[in-house]
């Protein structure tokens, strides 16, 4: 065989394994922002109005569901539940919705989204609404709100939209319109943290679990009895978040002198609803300040956490006078915190400012939210109240999740919409759609699977286990972008432990496809018995392209005759070629025949078949042998296609026909030399001798061997002297039968 593979790798760049799970934001008047292209393109879906009680500030509220591709499944907008080509789902548009902004409101709504079941496929969404209220609430309408709970599930032909729950505001009890989903991956759970209105114009914090029966309160009283401190009451959005990676709820301490107390806490989940608080906290500072101003008069606006949960952005103002609200005492700053800081004094070390070259009011700031591709995307208003046309511009921080903070630019131009179209929020959403998946694949090829780690700036340490026990020790590594050879194609589920400071963050897993490589191995070159023929297989048990040498595009070819054959495979993987050799054979035949042969002679009995061996009767073991007496030869042939024995007669004689003729003779009676005496050997050999004298006249004949010339003629010796004599002969010759005429002279002494 000869083989000459190759592989031409198809490098399939970030596959959908391990992507961040959204591709568009839908928020706003049907606002796209597509993260499939880099810079993210803007464009429109379908959107219409639940209500025309308010125009243009009415109705701003969005979410949206994706598939674990990262694909637009369906989105909640202004009240309506619209699928991913625009239409509204049957019953999807919401009784009496109103998300209304007070005239002198300048905070985000973050108040409705999707969230997945843990046991079934059904995915729940809430939203905060707001009915009529009574005389004296701003235009009508509270700012306090009720919450729906509705439950979706396709039914194979369509979504279908089923109530399930609700929360009611009560007098001026209601919740605010802000809320944070909990995905507890550890636990199994969904749940909302909300804040409650209470007497005194301060909120407490509840947590409601979400079911299949609606909203479930895991505390008996009121209050979220889990938090032992009140966190910032005055607005949720302000300093409350849930950190996917860590599984930690995030938060601010309590709107309370004096400021230097502010800290942000942390709980982490202990099963279920149920969240302690850790006793780690960080202190809120003004980044790279190192006196007393660092921690004095900071009032936090909004924030926003990135999507692996490690840095929070916080728009916030150096207070001033609070009767006096003017810059620069309420000019905007933006800090960033990182939450995976080993202490508070790494906290403050590590807190950085991002300077925006441009002095904004703070309040200008309408939201802020960290996109997939990593970058901090805010939402800058015109002026108060947002119902002016210019309320359309969205800004960025480019690299705004980047370690290397020298990375880090602004970009407070980035897109300019039409008016009444952005403002306000970007689309709510869960941690388990924010979160990056841990890994994504570079290539899924099972020969070349590499894994790039998404979380890189998340542990110092990973430990990986790609899901493939018969790989034995490489099944395991810790190198953070690794490679890996699968033994094949298939569904495999890869865990990667995050490891930080000698501790365990998190184990993070996902399944992954491995397209299988294309392999093909030829037999080795084969000799055949002519009739026969061999099945070369190149199956490859998945889709492939196949092409033979004789032009077939099957996956088997049944070769017969001799010649060279090749084979090339192709898939998404790669293509491999390889050779295959065959030879065609005849069993042995006879080869012999009965031989008459000359002893003068060098014969060669000599037979042939492919691929044999040979034993003749001499012993030899060689194709050929040289015969030298009168024998029976036999020879045995053996090849794969058979086994013959042969043999022949073969009879040795003298063949040459040698004639010797004397040159003189002596008759004289002494018994030497009587006579002119010819010798010949040979076979069938016929002659006639005629003798002349000087003068040419014939003196004797001779014709018979046996009767020699005695040099008499008529009874009477010849005179001493030189006579001529001419022979004629036919003789058997290696050449065949041959006739000669030959003339000489003899000397006769007496």
């Not at 039409?418 to 970007?426: D, K």
């Not at 009995?605 to 029976?632: F, H």
Request: net charge negative.
């Amino acid at each position: 065989m000869n083989r000459t593979a190759f592989i031409l790798l198809t490098l399939v760049h970030f596959l959908s394994y391990g992507q961040n799970s959204i591709d568009k934001w839908v928020f706003g008047r049907g606002q796209v922002m597509d993260f499939t292209t880099v810079p993210p393109s803007f464009s429109t879906t379908a959107w219409s109005a639940n209500s025309n009680a308010y125009g243009a500030i009415d109705g701003n509220s969005s979410s949206a569901y994706y598939t674990k591709n990262g694909e637009l499944l369906i989105y909640f907008l202004n009240g309506k539940y619209y699928d991913s080509s625009g239409a509204v789902l049957p019953g999807g548009s919401v009784p009496n919705y109103y998300s209304n902004l007070e005239s002198s409101s300048h905070y985000r709504l973050k108040n409705s989204c999707f969230l997945k079941s843990f046991n079934s496929d059904t995915i729940y969404h809430y939203y905060h609404f707001q009915s009529p209220s009574p005389t004296g609430y701003v235009n009508g309408h509270s700012h306090l709100s009720s919450i729906k709970l509705n439950r979706l599930f396709f039914d194979g032909n369509q979504w279908l939209i089923q109530d399930l729950d609700m929360l009611s505001t009560s007098g001026n009890t209601g919740y605010d319109y802000c809320s944070v989903p909990v995905v507890s991956e550890l636990a199994f759970t969904n749940q909302i943290l909300v804040g409650h209105f209470t007497v005194g114009n301060r909120y407490n914090i509840k947590m409601f679990e979400i079911t299949n029966q609606g909203f479930k309160s895991p505390a008996a009283t009121a209050s979220f009895v889990h938090f032992d401190q009140q966190l910032d009451s005055l607005y949720i959005m302000r300093g409350l978040h849930f950190a996917p990676l860590t599984q930690r709820i995030i938060g601010l301490t309590s709107f309370s002198l004096p400021r230097l107390l502010w800290r942000f806490y942390s709980w982490h989940n202990t099963g279920g609803a149920n969240y302690v608080k850790d006793p780690l906290t960080f202190p809120l500072v003004f980044p790279e300040r190192f006196d007393t101003t660092a921690y004095q008069r900071i009032q936090v606006i909004k924030s926003a956490l990135s999507n692996d949960g490690r840095y929070l952005f916080c728009v916030a103002r150096e207070m001033g006078d609070p009767a006096n609200f003017v810059l620069p005492a309420n000019s905007a700053h933006l800090f960033r915190y990182d939450l995976l800081s080993a202490d508070s004094l790494d906290f403050v070390l590590k807190a950085r400012e991002i300077k925006l070259d441009t002095v904004f009011y703070v309040y200008k700031f309408i939201d802020l939210q960290v996109g997939p591709d990593n970058h901090l995307y805010f939402i800058i208003g015109e002026g108060l109240p947002y119902t002016t046309s210019n309320d359309n511009r969205v800004s960025r921080i480019l690299n705004a999740c980047e370690p290397d903070t020298s990375l880090i630019s602004v970009q407070l131009n980035f897109a300019t919409r039409p008016p009444f179209t952005v403002y306000h929020s970007f689309p709510s959403l869960s941690s388990v759609q924010t979160l990056p998946r841990p890994f994504q694949l570079i290539t899924n090829c099972s020969d070349s699977v590499q894994f790039q780690f998404n979380l890189k700036n998340v542990p110092d340490s990973v430990w990986w286990d790609f899901g493939a026990p018969v790989l034995g020790a490489q099944n395991h590594s810790d190198v953070m972008h690794p490679w890996v050879r699968y033994p094949g194609g298939g569904s495999y589920y890869i865990t990667v432990e995050l490891w930080l400071r000698g501790q365990l963050l998190r184990t993070m897993g996902d399944t992954i496809e491995v397209n299988p490589s294309p392999h093909v191995s030829l037999p080795n070159d084969t000799l055949l018995c002519r009739g026969q023929g061999l099945t070369l297989d190149a199956r490859q048990g998945f889709a492939a392209n196949y092409l033979w040498s004789t032009g077939s595009t099957d996956s088997t070819l049944v070769a017969s005759q001799t010649g060279t054959y090749w084979i090339q495979v192709q898939n998404d993987c790669g293509t491999v070629r390889d050779t295959f050799n065959l030879v065609v054979i005849d069993p042995p035949q006879a080869q012999l025949r009965d031989t008459l042969l000359c002893d003068e002679w060098t014969y060669v009995l000599q037979v042939y078949a492919d691929s044999a061996n040979y034993l003749w009767s001499t012993g030899d073991t060689l194709p050929r042998i040289m015969p030298k007496t009168n024998n029976t030869y036999w020879v045995e042939i053996t090849n794969p296609c058979g086994q013959i024995r042969d043999q022949a007669e073969i009879e040795v004689r003298r063949c040459m026909c040698n004639v010797w003729i004397p040159s003189a003779f002596t008759p004289n009676g002494d018994g030497v030399n009587e006579s002119f005496e010819i010798k010949a050997e040979c076979r069938e050999f016929e002659f006639t001798l005629d003798v002349f004298n000087r003068w040419g006249a014939h003196l004797y004949r001779q014709s018979d061997l046996n009767q020699p010339w005695d040099g008499r003629v008529n009874g009477q010796v010849v005179p001493s002297g030189i006579y001529t004599y001419r022979i004629q002969y036919w003789g058997r010759e290696p050449e065949g039968l041959r006739w000669r005429d030959y003339s000489g002279t003899v000397q006769m002494l007496q």
